[in-house]
């Protein structure tokens, strides 16, 4: 069963946009939230990532907030451009643990 | 630094063979995990390896196995394969808890 929930399944923005890729979980264990970024051909790259013990974090035009008591979190694409064009993964792993439970994925296209 | 090195990036089988997928892990990572990815069910994680000790295990059959040598490299063995077991299989490496660096990824195709 799967563990994170993500939404949206396909995602179009324009360029400039504000994409926003939500997550759920149920399993009050998980305290680690990464988002991967994945290119057709790639692996999944490490994009952020985030901790229960902050709401919100940025690095760079990512930022990931998150409800710790919604048990959900967001990861928001400031300015998006035509290269962040590519399927985005939530996940989250059990303090101590290695295994990553990830999200259906989003695919992103941001037109020109 | 090198990344994380699948090796090789394509294989093509037929149902009931055997096949052992190859995975060099960043320098001084000790720890290698598996996952499968399948335009169904995702990305699922099929094993984690630390030093040479498979610390967890995901909800796979057993045909699914792996190890892991003195190295760190790690090499996964899937036996009697079925026309289910087409996947890119990607291998990630940890130096820490939960940030893993992905390889690019074996993709198979049993036929």
């Known amino acids: 069963q799967q563990q994170v929930k993500q939404s949206p399944q396909s995602l179009i923005v324009q360029k400039g946009g504000i994409p926003i890729i939500n997550c759920a979980y149920e399993n009050t264990a998980f305290d680690y939230f990464p988002w991967y970024q994945q290119f057709p051909g790639k692996g999944p790259a490490l994009l952020i990532a985030?901790?229960?013990?902050?709401s919100e974090k940025k690095e760079g035009r990512f930022t990931i907030s998150f409800n710790k008591s919604a048990k959900q979190f967001s990861l928001h694409i400031m300015d998006s451009q035509p290269g962040d064009s590519a399927t985005y993964f939530c996940a989250a792993s059990i303090k101590g643990g290695y295994a990553l439970n990830f999200g259906k994925g989003t695919s992103l296209l941001v037109t020109p | 630094k090198a990344g994380v090195t699948q090796t090789p990036r394509y294989l093509i089988k037929t149902r009931g063979q055997q096949v052992t997928l190859s995975c060099s892990p960043i320098?001084?990572?000790?720890?290698v995990s598996w996952y499968q990815q399948t335009p169904g069910q995702g990305l699922q994680f099929l094993f984690e390896?630390?030093?040479?000790?498979?610390?967890n295990k995901g909800n796979f059959p057993g045909r699914f196995s792996g190890r892991q040598f003195s190295n760190s490299r790690s090499e996964m063995n899937v036996s009697t394969l079925e026309l289910g077991d087409s996947a890119l299989y990607l291998c990630?490496?940890?130096?820490?808890?939960?940030?893993?660096?992905f390889g690019a990824g074996t993709r198979l195709s049993v036929l």
């Open positions: 390896y630390f030093s040479e000790t498979q610390r």
């Open positions: 990630a490496s940890s130096l820490g808890h939960g940030v893993q660096y």
């Open positions: 320098s001084g990572h000790r720890s």
């Open positions: 985030i901790r229960p013990d902050v």
